[in-house]
């Protein structure tokens, strides 16, 4: 049905996941009356794995789940230890507290290292608590932390990480495609990736990137796996198949994303969402609007402060009802507190000056003075300005 | 593949047509494996062609052909007169130009009253060439000249020719969904749409409503008509079939965007594009353009002159290589001259914004003097305004 309150109203996905989908891998995924266990299937599989590879930029295993980032999460704590090992978690939003639960509940010992929501971990900070805990088997951390806009170093945490015995896992779900990570050279052991982030598809898989240091740690860890077994699937994929049925439309989505990605480069992908993070920056100075995480910006997710006084959910309300836009509100603590405007997948410059359009409005409606059009006007002002630097770099 | 040039680049469709298509009519449009000589498409049929009709606010028979909009105005030609019989054709655009070409094409006697592009045929005009010519079988006119963004006051013209024996016929093919028309109050005796337009759906289908005192001239006329027989569709939409094979795909579509603007009232699809048309007019005097036609401003496109000494080629090759955005240039000897932004259909208050800060953008790089965000701003402010006022009037 057409959406309609007093004018048309176009619905708008635009949260940092799911995000926009693609609509020729939404084409692609048409054709998925193809049988997992084929000849057909495995040649597509084993593109699929290859170009996933190359697109991440490793030389490590790539592995595909059917399960939601979380699930892939779930693997690398059930695949790489065993009952009451000592782990560190970096944690400074939402999805640090994912690992510290996820790992709680699989009976690890957790050392937890928290920044404040809108932070970041330091590697100063997991180097001393690294010295002070040599027995530690792995470290935990959010590359991206899309539940505040933050980001981890985790090259140099890296570093750090690799002269130990630990395992450095890294949740890359909002990180893959909005930063570099050159995943051999900074030593991260398993990176996650998931399909609805910027592989502009709709959630159902995830990735993961396995070092051999992982897989020897593998060796021994005992505790409990079965749909999530990565040697199992290791094995699998070798011969073109998964261990467990594959959610074959979205594998039909994701080959053909993958191509296009190939095919532009990564790193335009990751200087897109820069761009766009960049641009959402200087329009919320524009407008008087604070940001949430100023120190560590990411460039998947820019979270906002709503205006003093003012509960984001009213904001994120406005966008849904008066325009058919779905943005984000805060997650866990920053519920109320902070509105977040993703950059992450299939999002354009055109997009943003929409979603900052409906902000203005948004705001001017609510009582906030706003200057009507300075936000567009300085977003302008960053794409002009980020496109003639670009020509000039070519 | 993605569209990439130095960022990611959406391809948005925004010309008065094809008009951008409504995804829900799309995912109706899959389901194309009907046969049309079936109880199953009958039903189907029957009911796209009763809610045509309400959607049209008409008591006339209503007919689908499979045609452009081009193929119904052959259809009104064909079905209604006699060789060499006179006809009046008021033109004022490449459209009206067509019906001149095509009633010269079919050997009729062609008087026409012309005026400038971007201006009206007026209805003084037309009353005086009715008198001087009482022969005169038909008046062909454009509600909606989409070539200049002019319109014709069809109802004052519908007034004048009802008192004479003539025909009033009317492409409304980008009239429809963006002015009210009273078919059978205003004596408009062929009334043209075409699928591409405000209905949402892709090119394909066209429209005609038709009154007694057209089907009562058909039956004389002599004008040789075979696949656009009317006489014939009338006899065959009446047992919920077409005359030959049409077009299921896009019947498919076309009843679910019907339904849609059912619930919603075309009413309001009208007042989503007339706002989007004020806002498009303020947005111009807030950049420094100039509006083509000025005097009779419709709300199917907005037709603007690009700056003094500019093709406007370039301004439309430049939303199409920097942003992936298609938008109209003028068409016929307005080619070069002016470019068209399009409100017909399914576009929004946002799709505007996006396409008003484009057009900053590519201002600003081409070097004629705006201030950045100021466009946006003034349609943010017809948005605000129009919102308000339609709050008041619930």
Not at 36 to 61: M, N, P, Q, S, W
Not at 139 to 163: L, P, W
Not at 211 to 225: C, D, F, I, V
Request: net charge neutral.
């Amino acid at each position: 049905m057409l959406k309609f309150s007093m004018y048309l109203r176009k619905q708008r996905l635009l949260t940092p996941g799911p995000t926009p989908l693609h609509p020729r891998a939404l084409q692609a995924m048409m054709g998925a009356d193809v049988h997992h266990r084929t000849d057909e299937f495995r040649t597509l599989y084993l593109a699929v794995l290859a170009d996933l590879k190359e697109v991440l930029g490793t030389t490590h295993d790539v592995l595909i789940l059917t399960a939601s980032g979380t699930g892939a999460m779930e693997a690398s704590v059930a695949n790489c230890f065993s009952p009451n090992d000592r782990v560190i978690v970096c944690s400074a939003g939402k999805f640090g507290e994912r690992w510290v639960e996820l790992a709680r509940a699989f009976g690890l010992d957790v050392l937890v290292l928290s920044a404040p929501y809108g932070d970041a971990v330091t590697p100063a900070a997991l180097a001393a608590a690294l010295a002070a805990n040599p027995e530690v088997k792995g470290v935990f951390v959010q590359a991206s932390e899309s539940s505040t806009g933050s980001i981890h170093n985790v090259r140099a945490m890296g570093e750090i990480v690799r002269r130990t015995g630990a395992l450095f896992i890294v949740d890359a779900i909002t990180g893959i495609g909005t930063m570099p990570l050159d995943i051999h050279g900074w030593g991260l052991d398993i990176v996650i990736g998931g399909s609805q982030k910027a592989f502009m598809i709709p959630p159902g898989l995830a990735f993961l990137a396995v070092s051999n240091k992982a897989w020897t740690q593998m060796e021994t860890a005992r505790l409990p796996r079965y749909y999530f077994d990565l040697r199992r699937e290791r094995k699998n994929a070798a011969k073109g198949e998964s261990a467990w049925t594959p959610a074959t439309s979205l594998i039909l989505g994701l080959a053909d994303v993958l191509r296009s990605i190939k095919t532009m480069g990564m790193e335009k992908l990751i200087a897109n969402a820069q761009m766009l993070a960049e641009a959402t920056r200087h329009a919320c100075a524009a407008l008087g609007l604070e940001l949430f995480a100023p120190s560590h910006p990411g460039a998947a997710v820019t979270a906002i402060k709503a205006p003093r006084g003012m509960d984001s959910a009213v904001i994120v309300n406005e966008f849904r009802e008066r325009f058919g836009s779905v943005i984000a509100n805060g997650q866990g603590e920053m519920k109320g507190k902070i509105f977040r405007i993703a950059h992450l997948g299939y999002f354009d410059a055109v997009d943003l000056f929409g979603v900052l359009a409906q902000l203005e409005i948004i705001l001017e409606i609510l009582g906030v003075p706003v200057q009507r059009g300075a936000g567009v006007a300085a977003a302008e002002q960053v794409f002009i300005r980020q496109t003639a630097e670009a020509a000039l770099a070519v």
